[in-house]
């Protein structure tokens, strides 16, 4: 039995749910390594790998903000986006914010990445899992939204 086409493929509700959720794991890690100790476990802390370098510079914050839990708001944010019941819904609005969601993390990825390359000359590995996690649900999200928007909405 096929699905109708404006229902995304089977496969991607899950996907993007375990991305949101893999997310969520990562930024608590580095939220709770903000508030406790620089020190990230498995991260070097000199050269170009240096996790302390990146999450204690002056860029790891805005307005008082950690980027952590900036990364943690991002990927709750967008879990109940990705429930298979919000990615089979009707109404446009849902897939219109998981699409901006989506769009948002990415743009913040390219400033990050930016910050980490250029700035800061140094990367950290658990801020690159949460980079790898937020462009693979981008794509997810940008592939689900073409696969089901239809001329209606």
Not at 34 to 40: C, D, I, K, R
Not at 50 to 67: E, F, M, Q, R
Not at 126 to 148: E, K, M, Q, R, S
Request: aromatic share 10%; with cysteine; proline share 7%.
């Amino acid at each position: 039995m096929s699905q109708p086409s404006n229902l995304p493929p089977r496969w991607l509700a899950p996907l993007a749910l375990v991305l949101a959720v893999a997310g969520i794991a990562d930024a608590t890690y580095l939220t709770i390594a903000h508030y406790t100790t620089p020190v990230l476990l498995s991260c070097p802390d000199t050269g170009v790998i240096n996790c302390a370098k990146v999450t204690t510079s002056s860029y790891a914050s805005i307005l008082g903000v950690p980027l952590a839990v900036l990364g943690l708001v991002f990927f709750v944010g967008m879990l109940p986006f990705q429930l298979p019941v919000a990615w089979r819904s009707a109404n446009p609005w849902v897939r219109r914010l998981r699409l901006l969601g989506a769009i948002s993390g990415v743009l913040m990825v390219f400033w990050l990445l930016y910050v980490e390359l250029y700035k800061l000359n140094a990367i950290c590995l658990y801020c690159t899992a949460a980079h790898v996690l937020t462009v693979a649900l981008f794509i997810v999200v940008a592939l689900g939204t073409a696969l089901t928007a239809d001329s209606t909405s």
